[in-house]
Structures are given as structure tokens and as C-alpha cells.
């Protein structure tokens, strides 16, 4: 899932292939050192002998052409920052599509009738990073003092935000316990609309300058087998294995 999610930030952040899922990949290959060293991705592209449109080019080679010093840096938190999150992320939606197989069967639909519209697609990682979020918070360390509702916060003090705790509350998220992708394109007027949860209930992405950059399976039905999986919270909540999924054939 790892070599996945490099491939995938790849395309994104450098607009061409890695070659990751290349089961003959030589060990000393740069793309197997790139987790750990970054530059070694400069050396294997070859971004001026190409000539591409502003539409076809990655996000990294417009950024060259504005900041080379940002365009390092940019990269740089793409690739190291996004590898560990983005699998543990797509494990997490695929675990509760597998335990939910008719939110499955009503996203295949969706995905297989229009290639461009995909509401219930984006509504199925939004309700998948809610019930299980990379991280369990925020923290901030404020720079001046603040009364809140009576409560004296002294300047210098790191502040934690349990976005994971609220999440999975009923008062901030109807049945909360739930994979109910709906809740996130429900009506104002529908008891579930995501809204009527306070604002900082769910906030996966951070907030403010600091927020994570990443805010800005067709022919598959996957199924799960056993007992749920086991997360382990360390800087990353880490979804560790086994991973009990069943990849079969859809009929068509």
C-alpha cells in the first residue's frame, strides 16, 4: 500500500511514473531510496526534456518555474509526509467499503456511469478519514493568553484538539458509529447534514497556515474477513495487518 501511495503522490507532485509496483525493481534502485532521500528523485527526471501544457504538467514542475527553493521543499513534504498517510488512509475506506458492501456497490455505480462527477466518492473518504483518521488530533501552542468560556489559557501552553474523540460522537455526528457516507451530501434540513456538527469536530486536515497540504478500484469488489483491524497509535495511527481483504472479480 505504501509503493501505491508513492506512485499515486508521485503523478500528483511530478507529474509522470515512478514505476513503484515494479515487482523487478533492483533494491538499489533511487525510487527504493526515495522515502529516505528525496533528491534522489531530482536525479531520475528528466522535467526540461519534455514539453507539456500548463494542464498536463505536475504540481512540482510548476512550482520550478516560479520557486526552485519551494518547489524542494513542496516535494519534499508531498513525498515524505504523504506515503505513510495516504496507505493508512485508503486501508481504512477499503476496510469499511468491504464491511459495507451496499456503500460499495452504490459507489461502483457511481464510479462506472460517471468518470466525472463523483460525489459519493468524495463522500465515502470523508466519512472513512471520520471514523478512521490518520492522526487522533491537533495540537497548537498559543502565543497569548485567551479566556474562553470562563477558562483562563495561559500564553505558551500546547493545546490539543481531539478531533478523533468528537468525531465519534452522536451529539456532533448522528450515529455516529456508522459508515454513512450520505451524511456528507444530506439536506440541511436531514438530521445527519454534517454541519449541524461543530466546526472543529472534524478536522482531519488541521486548520489555519500549519493544515495539511493534501487538502488542497473499478473492476473489484473488496470484502473483509475476521476480526477488525488492530490500530496502533504512534505519531501516525498505523493500521496494522493482517489485512483481510478479498479482491474478487465483478460480473459484469
Known sequence: ?????????????????????DPNLPEDSPVKKLIQCVH???AIQEFETKTKTDDEKGILEKLLEINED?????ASDMLFAGVD????????????????????NKLREEVLSDPDKRPYLRACMREAIRMMPIVSGNM??????????????PSGLQVAFGHQDMSLMDEHFPRAKEFLPERWMAD????LYYRNAHPFAYNPFGFGARSCIA????NFQVEWFGEPPKVVQTSLNYIKGPYNFILKDVKK
Not at 519551494?70 to 513542496?74: E, N, Q, S, T, V
Not at 440541511?188 to 438530521?191: A, C, H, I, L, W
Open 1 to 21: 500500500m505504501n509503493k501505491w501511495s508513492l506512485e499515486s503522490i508521485g503523478v500528483v507532485a511530478l507529474g509522470c511514473r515512478l514505476n513503484c509496483l
Open 40 to 42: 534522489d528523485l531530482f
Open 70 to 74: 519551494f518547489a524542494y521543499i513542496m
Open 85 to 104: 498517510t495516504a496507505a493508512n488512509s485508503i486501508t481504512g475506506a477499503l476496510y469499511l467499503l468491504a464491511k459495507n458492501p451496499d456503500k460499495q
Open 140 to 153: 497548537r501552542l498559543t502565543t497569548k493568553e485567551y479566556n474562553i468560556m470562563g477558562y483562563k489559557i
Open 188 to 191: 440541511k434540513d436531514d438530521p
Open 215 to 218: 487538502r488542497m478500484v473499478e
